[in-house]
């Protein structure tokens, strides 16, 4: 991202070796999922956007999920275990492999603090590439209970100090430290291998960093950024609360991108989510991981969609549910109550109302009658249905799969499809229609006294 660090190799180590009780969860903390991505991974992409040419991830010993989420994120990254918790210092050494190899800048942060831009760390990589050896981030705390204290002067970083190691006047400063911190590779081992544990927590504090360096005549800064970007995760409270502000950052970037939203605040987005020009959305719409949009599509409220393609021109729902798999050509109609699967629509084709089209391909411009439902499942495997352009399927038809309607094929309404149709053929498979002259009637007469009493 930022030319100026572009000629700088940069390690960075993400902690994600927390406990994390406070979830009340099965699932270990920092893969608890933000806007369709696991706290970790966004943590991972930010640090990459950054230019970290290296990822190391210090995790809690057994947590094979965690690194096998690491490994997913960025296919290089490796993994360390933190055997015993003994501090954040402690746990950035758990890389010193990784530390050992060499690199310009060093960057430690916190799979727990989500929100962290990658502008933020590259800020950081900045102020190592103008002589700092060691950088903190500090932000002004409404609340500063807890949080370790910048003690500061111009714009040298003297020390931080751990809020239980404070003392009186020091727990007045209200300048907190986020965590995280870059180092300069070149004295970063050294720097961390002189940090001790003599403190209320008999833990190895990497807050130590910047008051060692100073000793050893190298120079301590810090940076600044809002409380709004550096807020931890440590419970389902905080977890909804960075969700709230990611999703705002999201539909934020995508309206400044040409989007327009009816009512913003009722749109979830996710983290990969990508919506052309003049792209309308309704209120109330979902979009899960893997969705695009393409230009002057209009996505009516009460939709849900995840892993689909939506065409140019095209229109959704309201009440639309697109699955994975989902691939809409341009100007494509997909009314209400559709359901969508593992099919291709070409160009134009329209499925308007109450239908459900699964592991098909509509060719373009063929009308898809309200109520028409591929029966892609017989028990054991998934079948497919293949409608060719043109084709005209009729009201309340099911298509038994695997079965081909050709192109310019006719299917009247109510058939049960179980055998091709061919192209500008009719397909009628219904039960004949009686007409019996004056039965109502009579029916009628038989009846009229029965609720009588
Ligand atoms: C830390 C900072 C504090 C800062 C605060 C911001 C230190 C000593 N203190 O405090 O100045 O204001 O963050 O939220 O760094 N971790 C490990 N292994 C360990 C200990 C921690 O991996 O042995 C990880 C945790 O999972 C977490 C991060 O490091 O992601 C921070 O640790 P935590 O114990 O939460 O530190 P704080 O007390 O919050
Ligand atoms: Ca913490």
Redo the contacts with the bound molecule.
């Keep these: 991202m930022p030319d100026d660090n572009s000629a700088r190799s940069c390690l960075a180590i993400v902690?994600?070796?927390?406990?994390g009780t406070r979830m009340k969860s099965s699932v270990p903390k920092v893969l608890h999922r933000i806007a369709g991505r696991s706290m970790l991974g966004h943590v991972m992409a930010a640090v990459a956007d950054a230019g970290a040419s290296h990822v190391a991830v210090?995790i809690?010993p057994g947590r094979d999920d965690v690194a096998g989420e690491a490994a997913a994120a960025i296919p290089g990254a490796e993994t360390f275990v933190?055997r015993d918790?003994?501090?954040?210092?402690?746990?950035v050494l758990a890389a010193r492999a990784a530390l050992e190899r060499g690199h310009d800048d060093v960057i430690v942060a916190?799979?727990?603090?989500p929100l962290v831009t990658a502008a933020t760390f590259a800020r950081l990589r900045t102020a190592l590439a103008n002589g700092g050896a060691v950088v903190g981030l500090g932000f002004e705390a409404a609340d500063p209970s807890?949080?370790?204290r910048m003690i500061v002067a111009g714009e040298t970083l003297e020390g931080?100090v751990?809020?239980k190691d404070a003392t009186e006047a020091q727990r007045r400063i209200t300048l907190?430290?986020?965590?995280l911190l870059a180092l300069s590779g070149r004295h970063a081992l050294e720097i961390l291998s002189r940090i001790g544990n003599a403190n209320a927590q008999k833990?190895f504090?990497?807050?130590d960093a910047p008051a060692i360096a100073r000793t050893m005549g190298l120079s301590s800064r810090v940076l600044t950024a809002p409380e709004s970007e550096?807020q931890?995760v440590?419970d389902r409270v905080q977890l909804a609360a960075a969700e709230a502000a990611m999703q705002s950052r999201l539909r934020t970037a995508a309206m400044r991108a040409g989007v327009t939203m009816l009512d913003p605040s009722s749109v979830y987005l996710s983290h990969d989510t990508k919506i052309g020009r003049d792209v309308i959305v309704e209120p109330h719409v979902f979009f899960g991981t893997k969705v695009t949009v393409e230009d002057a599509v209009v996505i009516h409220a009460c939709s849900h969609l995840e892993g689909a393609r939506i065409g140019a021109g095209a229109s959704v729902g309201p009440f639309a549910r697109l699955r994975p798999g989902t691939d809409l050509g341009e100007r494509v109609k997909v009314g209400n109550f559709v359901e969508i699967k593992a099919t291709t629509l070409g160009s134009g084709a329209k499925v308007s109302h109450l239908t459900y089209l699964g592991d098909a391909a509509v060719g373009a411009g063929a009308n898809i009658g309200a109520g028409t439902i591929t029966c892609n499942y017989d028990g054991y495997a998934k079948n497919r249905t293949v409608i060719g352009e043109g084709a005209f399927i009729g009201s309340n038809s099911s298509l038994v799969a695997p079965v081909t309607v050709a192109a310019g094929g006719y299917v009247g309404s109510g058939t049960v499809v179980t055998k091709n149709v061919p192209s500008g053929a009719l397909a009628v498979g219904r039960a004949r229609q009686t007409n019996i002259d004056g039965w109502a009637d009579a029916f009628h007469v038989r009846n009229r006294d029965r609720n009588k009493t």
Aim: aromatic share 8%; hydrophobic share 35%; net charge negative.
């Design positions: 902690l994600a070796a927390g406990e210090v809690g933190q918790r003994l501090g954040t210092a402690h746990a916190f799979a727990d603090t807890g949080y370790g931080i751990e809020d907190c430290n986020a965590g833990e504090y990497l807050t550096v931890g440590n």
